[in-house]
Nanobody
């Protein structure tokens, strides 16, 4: 059974940094593309960052240059380093992967950035 569990969300001031983690189980983690998404109330979940098994990365424009996605295959953990946080980064952040054609999500972790 695929399980994804995020952690690391917090309440921080604008300009500060946070690192989110996502622990995966039930998949051969090192062979999967992993994604971070975020969602605010009343809005659709939007992609934030992606990392492939070959550690190629991609970011949405609004976080490019401020966020960095990485992975530790030995610990089956995905990370999102978030720097220079803005109030517009406030959201619930979700870890995601696709397994056998199905999307799997963690429960999310809340990030709140005060302006």
């Amino acid at each position: 059974q695929v399980q994804l569990v995020e952690s690391g969300g917090d309440y921080v001031e604008a300009g500060k940094s946070l690192r989110l983690s996502c622990k995966a189980s039930g998949i051969n983690f090192k062979t999967y593309t992993m994604n971070w998404y975020r969602q605010t109330p009343g809005n659709r979940r939007e992609p934030v960052a992606t990392i492939t098994p070959g550690v190629a990365t991609n970011y949405t424009d609004s976080v490019n240059g401020r966020f960095a996605v990485s992975r530790d295959n030995a610990y089956r953990t995905l990370y999102l380093q978030m720097n220079a946080l803005k109030s517009s980064d406030t959201a619930i952040y979700y870890c995601n992967t696709i397994h056998r054609g199905h999307n799997y999500w963690g429960p999310g972790t809340q990030v709140t950035v005060s302006s």
